[in-house]
């Protein structure tokens, strides 16, 4: 099977700092990863795209100085909130798609960040 | 752009009945895959079935399986002789065909609003 892993599951952090979230595929290699975020009983709302090795592409309306993603080798890509405040909070989930000529995504459990 | 609209938030079923899922979406595209997710209380994402635009015979996996019609836009989903583990928001996606990297379109999924399924015992 192809496996995502996202650590933590659950962070809780202070007003004004910052939390990295990581997303890793375990048993394939990752060619682009998406981060997505979905608040409770809603959809899944697509933030950006990340490409190993390149800058990652943001939806509009998400700001990329806020989420900072770096997806730095084919296994692993990490999504920063900096100085995150309580509207921050939310279910962050990534997902994985291997390489050419699969489509499929393969998501990773997610992560519940709360910003008190 | 690609829009999908699930026009129903929450559905109820009996264990062992079955129950449709609805789905439309607009698109200009001629080439793209559908699919259908399942999002149980965990918030893990499963995939429950998928579509090539391009073939005519719908999809089915084992008790769930789709009625796709493309000259109409729809692509709704029939679950047959439900299980309580089927109980989870549905949501129903739409992704470009084709393949491509950094600012393209290429592998991004479009959710639509999702459907609240209850199976009751």
């Known amino acids: 099977g192809a496996v995502v892993s996202q650590h933590p599951s659950w962070v809780i952090c202070k007003s004004g700092t910052s939390v990295k979230i990581e997303c890793r595929s375990l048993?394939?290699?990752?060619?682009?990863m998406f981060w997505y975020r979905q608040f409770p009983k809603q959809s899944l709302m697509l933030m950006a795209t990340?490409?190993?090795?390149?800058?990652?592409?943001?939806e509009q309306g998400v700001e990329k100085d806020k989420f900072l993603i770096n997806h730095a080798s084919l296994t692993l890509s990490t999504l920063t909130v900096t100085s995150a405040h309580p509207e921050d909070s939310s279910f962050y989930i990534c997902?994985?798609?291997?390489?050419?000529?699969?489509?499929?995504?393969?998501f990773g459990p997610g992560t519940r960040l709360t910003v008190t | 752009a690609q829009t999908v609209t699930q026009s129903q938030p929450e559905m109820s079923v009996q264990e062992a009945e079955t129950v449709t899922l609805s789905c439309t979406y607009d698109?200009?595209?001629?080439?793209?895959?559908l699919f259908w997710y399942k999002q149980p209380p965990s918030r893990q994402m499963i995939l429950v079935i998928r579509?090539?635009?391009?073939k005519q015979q719908n999809a089915t996996e084992n008790r769930f399986s789709v009625n796709f019609q493309k000259a109409a836009k729809s692509f709704s989903l029939k679950i047959s002789d439900s299980q309580l583990g089927d109980t989870a928001m549905y949501f129903c996606?739409?992704?470009?065909?084709?393949w491509g990297t950094g600012g393209t379109s290429y592998g991004k999924l479009t959710f639509g609003q999702g459907t609240i399924l209850t199976v009751h015992p």
């Open positions: 698109t200009s595209e001629n080439n793209y895959y």
């Open positions: 579509q090539e635009a391009y």
């Open positions: 997902s994985a798609r291997k390489g050419f000529p699969s489509y499929e995504q393969y």
């Open positions: 048993d394939f290699q990752a060619t682009t």
């Open positions: 990340s490409n190993e090795g390149s800058k990652a592409t943001y």
């Open positions: 996606a739409f992704m470009k065909h084709g």
